[in-house]
């Protein structure tokens, strides 16, 4: 994949040292310039909110609140990150599973809206509404029985439309209303309209027709339910291409079909995570070595899926860029080939830990440079950090904001 010479430069730079790989270098203006266009793309009083859980990093935080109107936590230690990285931050608080805890935490905190996934949990939010003396605002997590986004790619993950621990299908939604409208719950919150998040992995037309869908079944829903001036959350998912690492989401596109579909007096939100971070971070690493196993090239590089999970949890190969490494010191033959393709993997003690397969190499040595790109979001963050005890990577900043 294409290199940016700033990354290029500085994977030289940090080989010099032998501790100074692997590390992961995080370009934030870059970042910066793409969370400003997916801001620009989006029709004026769309709300844009960032999944935090896709890469919670304090300066990768910082950079997307500029052009985001809110980050969108999901656990109580998400929320209180994102508070203390972002002071100020509009939050919306969600995931399966809160506790009384987590729930009074984000009452305590403010918090813009909760997300409700069952009856059980907007039950749980009266004792910390009442204590906060001031309504609690919350979307109703839904999950509708809408057509839903077709399955069409293998790495696409159904979260609604399908049974599902996530949100609440037409019937819990009802039993929902019915206890927000209780004398109980009527006084300490206040239902503002219907939150999904449905599958991850679409492209721009699937996104499109799952807003359709979701905005088909949300207003039929909410004026039902006499919601006034209700507001939707359409959710993340946006995809981002492994195989095709040059490829973004066709933002502009989707932001036409959002404009198209608004009404006036509601609000639109979307809260992607992946689409945004992804091509801003570079996991930069040495190889170590060469070998040949049965007729397969496999280079095995300094760290592995310890750091960098993702191609392991999707199945992908990890788009990378190789780079001449420094002058071979070492008082024994150098190992490498040429015009060959290279299985790259780590130093874990399992089969899995295959970072790419089949990558097509000018030439690879022992002591070349592999930078994996489209390692900004679930990258570093879903890793298995502490297997096998190898020495943790460092973090390095192009370009810091401000
Ligand atoms: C994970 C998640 C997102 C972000 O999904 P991406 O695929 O990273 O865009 C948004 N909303 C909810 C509720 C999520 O769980």
């Known amino acids: 994949m294409r290199l940016p010479a700033s990354v290029r430069d500085l994977a030289t730079e940090l080989a010099r040292d032998e501790a100074g790989l692997p590390a992961y270098v995080y370009d934030l203006a870059a970042l910066d310039t793409h969370a400003g266009r997916i801001r620009a793309a989006l029709p004026a009083g769309t709300e844009l909110y960032y999944a935090v859980k896709a890469n919670p990093d304090p300066d990768v935080l910082r950079t997307v609140a500029r052009s985001a109107d809110g980050l969108e936590v999901s656990s109580a230690g998400e929320l209180a990150h994102a508070a203390a990285a972002v002071p100020g931050a509009a939050l919306a608080f969600g995931g399966p599973g809160k506790t009384a ?180 971070g570079w996991y930069l690493t040495r190889v170590l070595d060469v070998k040949t196993s049965h007729g397969r090239v496999f280079a095995v590089v300094a760290g592995g899926t310890h750091h960098l999970r993702t191609p392991a949890a999707k199945g992908h190969s990890q788009p990378c860029a190789v780079i001449p490494g420094p002058a071979w010191a070492a008082d024994r033959p150098r190992p490498g080939v040429a015009g060959e393709r290279v299985t790259i993997a780590g130093q874990l003690c399992t089969p899995r830990d295959v970072l790419a397969r089949d990558v097509p190499v000018t030439r690879l040595r022992a002591g070349d440079l592999v930078a994996f790109g489209l390692a900004g979001a679930y990258a570093w963050n879903i890793s298995h950090h502490d297997f096998l005890l190898h020495p943790p990577p460092a973090f390095h900043y192009l370009n810091r904001i401000g």
């Open 101 to 280: 805890a987590g729930l009074a935490a984000a009452v305590r905190a403010g918090v813009h809206r909760v997300h409700v996934e069952s009856p059980h949990e907007l039950a749980a939010l009266a004792a910390p509404a009442r204590a906060a003396g001031r309504p609690v605002e919350v979307l109703f997590r839904a999950n509708p029985p809408v057509a839903g986004p077709e399955a069409t790619t293998r790495d696409m993950l159904l979260m609604g439309g399908t049974p599902s621990p996530f949100g609440m299908d037409p019937g819990l939604l009802e039993q929902a209303a019915q206890l927000i409208k209780g004398d109980d719950l009527a006084p300490v919150l206040r239902l503002r309209g219907l939150h999904t998040h449905l599958a991850s992995g679409q492209d721009a037309a699937q996104s499109r027709r799952t807003a359709r869908e979701v905005l088909d079944f949300g207003r039929r829903w909410c004026a039902r339910h006499g919601v006034p001036g209700p507001e939707f959350t359409l959710g993340g998912g946006m995809a981002v291409d492994y195989e095709r690492p040059e490829e973004r989401f066709d933002w502009a596109g989707y932001g036409h079909a959002l404009a198209a579909l608004s009404r006036p007096g509601e609000t639109l939100r979307i809260e992607p995570g992946r689409a945004v971070t992804a091509y801003c």
